[in-house]
């Protein structure tokens, strides 16, 4: 795999951040930090090329659940090239399967409204997707010679890949497949495109981009449902980075005080409150009651359950992870199919 060398900032040490945000490390660094594939905000760890695009010889399993009774909760693992399943419920949760064919280096990933995972498969240059209890991807999206990072879907099937940069280099952009197609539809471009961080879906199917731009700090544009014309956003106490919406439309995104951010509509000012965590790919369970972070660290990687009303921390995983070689990066939550 090629080595990535982007062309600017300062060398981001991800061993020296401290443990989560229940601990008593220090909290992470605010400012953006980019190295040679490696991308932190805040919190927020991205990566991409380099020599840890690790693909697993073992093969995927997963246990049956035959009644579709449990919520399932998928965790990626860059460096493992795989993606853990937990059942959604517990404390400090076992596995209850692992997805390895066809995954390098995955990485952000989001569920359908058909039980239906997406995967942005780093170092492959593709977007993978499985059926809820398959351990082999049904489809897989092309997206030659860029690194996908985060992927969103909205409510008509599109699909949306966040392209950190191309094999020889920013700019990041974001490709986009219609319905039933594997082939690139569409990509979504802007000026100040550098480095593109994360792409989140809002429930009116509009589409909001987060990126690091040529020059200044991280920044976030809007692209209006059906749009392919971007429009600022002009996001206050924001560590651009990941995103995730809840059913009102509220974002929810890192702040500058490393904490969990909720924002409400149009987004131009601050918070509306905040929940003391941090970490990659804010999500929330389907009842909006918990809401999963991965925390993307060599020395203490887990994923992490907190109340989202109470901001209260309800678990931490740690099981299936492993120090220094294998960290999650990703999270994804499906309900159960049971009434």
Not at 108 to 121: E, K, R, T, Y
Not at 236 to 261: H, I, P, R, Y
Not at 268 to 286: V, Y
Request: aromatic letters at 10%; hydrophobic letters at 35%; glycine letters at 10%.
């Amino acid at each position: 795999m090629i080595i990535k060398t982007l062309r600017f900032a300062t060398l981001a040490l991800l061993a020296g951040l401290g443990a989560c945000s229940g601990s008593a490390a220090p909290p992470a660094p605010a400012g953006p930090q980019v190295a040679p594939g490696l991308v932190r905000v805040g919190a927020t760890v991205v990566r991409f090329g380099g020599p840890s695009s690790r693909v697993q010889t073992s093969p995927g399993w997963i246990a049956p659940d035959r009644h579709h009774k449990k919520s399932l909760l998928y965790a990626s693992s860059y460096d493992g090239g795989y993606i853990n399943v937990y059942p959604e419920k517990g404390s400090n949760q076992q596995p209850i399967g692992k997805l390895t064919t066809d995954l390098v280096s995955p990485q952000g990933m989001v569920v359908d409204q058909h039980h239906q995972l997406w995967v942005a498969n780093t170092n492959a240059f593709t977007v993978v997707a499985f059926k809820r209890g398959a351990t082999t991807p049904f489809t897989t999206l092309s997206d030659p010679n860029y690194f996908p990072i985060s992927v969103g879907i909205n409510s008509h099937g599109t699909v949306y890949a966040a392209n950190a940069e191309s094999t020889t280099g920013p700019p990041g952009n974001v490709s986009v497949w219609t319905k039933g197609h594997t082939s690139q539809t569409g990509t979504l471009t802007y000026s100040a495109f550098n480095i593109v961080l994360g792409v989140g879906v809002d429930p009116s199917d509009n589409v909001y981009v987060s990126y690091i731009p040529k020059s200044g700090p991280p920044a976030m544009v809007e692209f209006p449902a059906g749009s392919t014309t971007g429009q600022p956003v002009a996001i206050q106490d924001a560590n651009v980075g990941d995103m995730s919406f809840d059913k009102s439309a509220n974002m929810l995104m890192e702040t500058l005080s490393n904490t969990m951010g909720v924002w409400a509509r149009p987004y131009t000012s601050g918070p509306t409150r905040t929940i003391p965590a941090f970490g990659n790919e804010p999500t929330l369970d389907a009842r909006q009651h918990t809401v999963w972070i991965a925390y993307a660290n060599f020395s203490h990687p887990m994923v992490e359950g907190y109340d989202y009303t109470t901001g209260t921390q309800t678990d931490v995983i740690t099981n299936g992870w492993t120090v220094n070689s294998a960290i999650p990066y990703g999270v994804a939550l499906d309900p159960s199919l049971a009434p």
